[in-house]
């Protein structure tokens, strides 16, 4: 079986007296990572990435998102995701993992910034022409930080990471429709169930028995769901079961039975019904797509 990658922070090199950070423009990235980068993979860590120049095409799981100047990502542990892009591409990047960011900032959660804060929110932002300076001055000063060895360097490096995370949250609050998730008291029971459910959603498909893990009825769990997302939570569920069969149906070469098996389904059939139901085709003519 071909199994997707899954990046690890510590495959990168760190400077001297750095951990579990990394940042560089984005042709020095490509060049040094070419083969572990180019072919769609996970992470096992946050990643930022901001575009200057070129264009292109990223899709992070089976969405696509186009890729010009000012285009700005935030992608969360275990998103898979892949581009394609011009020759002339420039930017910038940066990624971490969750404890680098949680044991400095006691009063913060690196889940709470709302890109990263619901599986419902977009990884994506095309920054103005009036944005993009600031922001880009900001990759630019992280980048020096971590190139140079000036003292207080983990001190400023948190403090810069700190201050660009409040400011793409301020365009993104201020730029995003409605439908983003941000805290309040029934986002955070949803953040709840959308962890429950990446924990459990291969043996676990009934909504009843998360409402029982969650300590209310299955009506006001909808009733959550339903006001901030416009669905149900079945409808959640059933997503999640969509999303890993489609990176099964792509990146791994099981069979659609086996696919099913490793879903929960005892009953390929019903697996097969189901993605269509879901998806509009078969698993098969779904995979056929992507040969």
């Known amino acids: 079986m071909v199994l997707l990658p899954i990046l690890n922070i510590n495959a990168f090199q760190f400077p001297e007296n750095i951990a579990n950070f990394y940042a560089n423009d984005f042709v020095s990235h490509l060049e040094e990572h070419h083969k572990a980068i180019t072919k769609p993979h996970k992470h096992d860590f946050y990643l930022v990435v901001l575009f200057t120049k070129g264009s292109g095409t990223h899709e992070i799981d089976f969405n696509s998102y186009p890729i010009h100047v000012g285009s700005l990502f935030m992608l969360r542990p275990g998103q898979t995701h892949n581009w394609t892009l011009s020759e002339d591409i420039e930017g910038y990047i940066f990624f971490h993992n969750k404890e680098y960011y949680n044991l400095v900032f006691a009063s913060k959660q690196i889940d ?10 977009s990884p994506f932002l095309m920054l103005t022409n009036e944005d993009l300076p600031s922001i880009e001055a900001l990759f630019s000063d ?24 409040v400011d793409i949250s301020r365009i993104y609050l201020s730029t995003s429709d409605s439908e983003t998730v941000v805290t309040g008291s029934y986002s955070q029971k949803l953040h709840k169930l959308e962890s429950l459910i990446e924990q459990n959603y291969i043996n676990e ?3 009843s028995k ?40 792509i990146h791994s070469e099981k069979s659609i039975d086996q696919i099913a098996e490793s879903l929960g389904y005892d009953d390929p059939s019903y697996f097969s019904r189901f993605f269509k139901k879901k998806c509009g085709e078969t698993p098969k003519q779904f ?3 992507y040969l």
């Open 112 to 121: 709470q910034l709302p890109f990263y804060y619901s599986n419902q929110n």
């Open 142 to 165: 992280i980048l020096f930080e971590y190139q140079n060895q000036e003292k207080l360097k983990n001190l400023r490096l948190h403090s810069l990471v700190d201050l660009l995370y």
């Open 205 to 207: 498909k009934h909504p």
């Open 210 to 249: 998360y409402a029982e893990w969650m300590f209310m009825s299955s009506k006001h769990l909808n009733r959550i769901v339903k006001t901030l997302l416009g669905k149900t939570t079945s409808i959640l569920i059933a997503e999640r079961v969509v999303l890993e069969a489609k990176r099964m149906l």
């Open 287 to 289: 995979a056929k797509r």
